[in-house]
């Protein structure tokens, strides 16, 4: 079993900035790939960023050169640093951790961005 622990959601005016934190702890794998995920209301959930151990990094095309996504692998933390962000952005945004086949999901943050 993983537990994440997700922090930094709130309410932000556009073109402020967040920065979001998930800590990973319980039988973490070495190799493993962390990630964001975002849920608007009457969206499905879509993949914000993802990093893997080894620092690859992919992106939404929404979010490219304006997030962030970084992770310090000693604690086993996942960090989104989110800047010039719009009201699009607002949504419930969820860590996810995994390593094939196991799959783990965080308890979700809100994000709201006001205009």
């Known amino acids: 079993q993983v537990q994440l622990v997700e922090s930094g959601g709130g309410l932000v005016q556009a073109g402020g900035s967040l920065r979001l934190s998930c800590a990973a702890s319980g039988s973490i794998f070495r190799i493993n790939v962390m990630g964001w995920y975002r849920q608007a209301p009457g969206k499905q959930r879509e993949l914000v960023a993802n990093i893997s151990t080894s620092g690859n990094s992919n992106y939404a095309d929404s979010v490219k050169g304006r997030f962030t996504i970084s992770r310090d692998n000693v604690k086993n933390t996942v960090f989104l640093q989110m800047n010039s962000l719009k009201p699009e952005d607002t949504g419930v945004y969820y860590c996810?951790?995994?390593?094939?086949?196991?799959?783990?999901w965080g308890q979700g943050t809100q994000v709201t961005v006001s205009s």
């Open positions: 996810n951790w995994r390593v094939w086949p196991f799959d783990y």
